[in-house]
């Protein structure tokens, strides 16, 4: 099991345990919890899925929790980010909780990362 969180700018990422999994009281391990929890709250919306990912956000928080189907590689695993403005710029914070292989969740992560990236420059363009 692999769970960490991931602070994301386009020149730093820092890699910190997880106390607390994303801004919720409480730090459960199990995806399968935070599915239940997340897609169970009618304050979320059902975002499109596909093949190997559903997601929800949390209008509110503006927080998108991805969570990976069966047949993905990293598969159970879930994804929760949320944008944190710092000065004039906004960053997107990533936490993860992966039950599988370290080279599944390390890919998942690097995946993931990749698009925050892209999301973050267009934001910042704004």
Known sequence: M???SIALCVTLIQITPVLA??????????????????ANDPANEVL??????EAFSDPKSQT???FT???HPAHPS??????VQMGQQVFLRMEVI???TQGACDKLVADFQALNKTMSQHLNRQ
């Open 2 to 4: 692999r769970s960490f």
């Open 21 to 38: 999994f994303c801004k919720q009281d409480r730090n459960d391990q199990d995806p399968a919890y935070w599915r239940g929890h997340i």
């Open 48 to 53: 499109q899925g596909t093949t190997y990912y």
């Open 64 to 66: 998108v929790w991805t």
């Open 69 to 71: 189907k069966p047949g």
């Open 78 to 83: 879930v994804v929760c980010r949320y944008p």
């Open 98 to 100: 992966c039950h599988n």
